[in-house]
C-alpha cells in the first residue's frame, strides 16, 4: 500500500499527464499529486486542434480534459505556466525553472510530450509562418484560415502527414488555396505506403487541393514581414500568403537527457526508453505519452507513438505502475483521422519495407472500405474508411499473428469475427 505522505510528480500537462493524476485518485493513492503544466491552459486534449475546433464546430472548453474545478476538488496541486529544468535523481527533486523551487518526489513520470520540428530555411520569420502543436496555436491558425477563405488567399502546407492533411481539409472547407509540398511520392508514405496514400491524394485532389510530390521547402519569400511565397528544391516558386510547417514533431527529451535517462536511438523515433510498465533507466521515474519509447513484442520492436490513444491509455498504465501494480503496456497502436467525409481508423503498425502487399476488403473508390497490410498472411495493421465498429476485430487479427485466408480477408460477406480466433 502507497504511503500517504508519498509524493507523485507529473511533469506535463497534456493528456498523458491528466490522465495519469486522475488514475492515482482513481485507484486510491491520497498522498501528494503535482501536476506541472509549462502552458497556461488546463490539460487539454489535441486531436480537435486539427479537427473539430480548428473548423469552428467544436468550442474551446470542449478541448480540455477535465473542468477546472476538478484539480481542486480532487487535491491535484497544479502549477500551470512553469516549467521544470532539471531533475535531480540522487536528491529525487525537480526545480521549477521560473525560481529554482526544488520539490521532492517518490515518483515521477514524464509526460513532456513533443513539439513541432522547425523548418531551416530562409523567412521562417516572418508573421504568416505557423506550426500546430498548442492551444494558442490553433486560435491563432483558425483566424487565419477564415481571413484566406474571405480573401481568397493560399495557404502552403510543408508536409504531407496527418496534421499537413488535417489543416488542408480545413483550409478547403474555408475556401482557402491549398498546395502541400511532400518529399515523398505520396501523402502519408512513411504511414500508410503508396498505395493507401493515394487514396487521399486523391480525395484531396478533389477538394481542390494542389499537391507538389518531390520536393521540400528551400525559402519563404516575404517583404515587409509578409509572406509572398514558397520556394522549392526544383525550382517552382508557389504563391503564398500564409505558411504551415507539418513536419513531424520531435519528443521533448531535454529534460531526461539533461538528468542522464537512456533515450532511444533515431531509428526508433528517439524518445525516453522505457521498459513495458513504462518505466525509465531510473525505476523511479516513469515516462508516457509522445516522448516514451516503449517496447512492443507484438512487432518485435520499439516504438514511439504521437497519438491520442497511447497518451489516453497510457497515462493511466504509468500511474498505476507508479503504484506498485501490475501494468504491461503492449496496446495496439490507434489512430483516427476525419477529412471532409472521409472518416478513418487505423489499427497495428505496417510502414513501408515490412509487409508484404495491402489486401482491400471493400469498395476504395467509393472510399467505403477496409485495408489489411499483410506480411506472409499475417496483417500487420488495419484501416478501416467509412466503415465502422470493426476496430476490437482487426486488432485481434493483428494479435492473433498467424496467416489468415486473404481471399476470405478481402471478402465482405465473411465476418472480421470469424476469421480472429
Known amino acids: 500500500m502507497v504511503d500517504a505522505d508519498q509524493t507523485f510528480v507529473i511533469v506535463g500537462g497534456g493528456l498523458a499527464g491528466a490522465k495519469a493524476a486522475e488514475t492515482l485518485r482513481a485507484e486510491g493513492f491520497n498522498g501528494r499529486v503535482i501536476l506541472i503544466c509549462d502552458e497556461r491552459d488546463h490539460p487539454y486534449e489535441r486531436p ?11 468550442e474551446r472548453d470542449s478541448v480540455f480534459v477535465h473542468e477546472p474545478a476538478w484539480y481542486a476538488q480532487n487535491d491535484i496541486e497544479l502549477h500551470l505556466g512553469q516549467t521544470v529544468d532539471a531533475i535531480d535523481r540522487a536528491a529525487k527533486t525537480v526545480r521549477f525553472g521560473d525560481d529554482g523551487t526544488l520539490v521532492h518526489y517518490d515518483k515521477l513520470l514524464l509526460a513532456t510530450g513533443a513539439e513541432p520540428r522547425r523548418l531551416d530555411i530562409p523567412g521562417t520569420g516572418l508573421a504568416g509562418v505557423h506550426h500546430l502543436r498548442r492551444l494558442a496555436h490553433a486560435e491563432r491558425l483558425k483566424g487565419v484560415l477564415s ?4 480573401d ?27 498546395t502541400v509540398i511532400e518529399p515523398s511520392p505520396t501523402p502519408l508514405h512513411g504511414v500508410l505506403g503508396p498505395e493507401l496514400g493515394n487514396v487521399f491524394a486523391q480525395l484531396h485532389r478533389e477538394h481542390g487541393v494542389r499537391f507538389h510530390f518531390g520536393a521540400r521547402l528551400t525559402e519563404i519569400v516575404g517583404q515587409d514581414g509578409v509572406v509572398l511565397a514558397a520556394r522549392t528544391d526544383d525550382g517552382e516558386e508557389h504563391p503564398a500568403h500564409d505558411v504551415l510547417a507539418a513536419i513531424g514533431a520531435a519528443p521533448r ?30 525505476p523511479d521515474i516513469h515516462a508516457a505519452g509522445d516522448v516514451a519509447s516503449f517496447p512492443l513484442a507484438l512487432f518485435g520492436t520499439r516504438l514511439r507513438v504521437e497519438h491520442w490513444a497511447n497518451a489516453l491509455n497510457g497515462g493511466p498504465a504509468a500511474a498505476r505502475a ?6 504491461v503496456h503492449d ?3 490507434y489512430f483516427f483521422t476525419d477529412q471532409y467525409d472521409l472518416g478513418m481508423e487505423y489499427s497495428g503498425w505496417a510502414p513501408p519495407g515490412t509487409y508484404d502487399e495491402v489486401v482491400i476488403r471493400g469498395d476504395a473508390g467509393k472510399r467505403e472500405f477496409i485495408a489489411f497490410w499483410v506480411k506472409e498472411g499475417r496483417v500487420l495493421a488495419g484501416m478501416n474508411v467509412n466503415v465502422w465498429d470493426v476496430t476490437e476485430h482487426i486488432q ?8 489468415v485466408d486473404l481471399e476470405a480477408l478481402a471478402d465482405p460477406h465473411v465476418p472480421l469475427e470469424n476469421l480472429a480466433p
Open 48 to 58: 480537435p486542434l486539427s479537427k473539430g475546433y480548428l473548423l469552428g464546430k467544436e
Open 147 to 150: 481571413a484566406l477563405g474571405r
Open 152 to 178: 481568397n488567399g493560399h495557404l502552403v502546407i510543408a508536409g504531407g502527414g496527418w496534421i499537413g492533411l488535417e489543416v488542408a481539409a480545413a483550409a478547403r472547407e474555408y475556401g482557402a488555396e491549398v
Open 253 to 282: 527529451t531535454g529534460l531526461a537527457e539533461a538528468a542522464g535517462l537512456e533515450i532511444a536511438d533515431r531509428e526508433h523515433g528517439g524518445g525516453v526508453v522505457v521498459d513495458e510498465r513504462l518505466r525509465t533507466s531510473d
Open 322 to 327: 507508479m503504484l506498485g501494480k501490475e501494468v
Open 331 to 333: 496496446r495496439v497502436p
Open 396 to 403: 485481434k487479427l493483428i494479435r492473433a499473428g498467424r496467416p
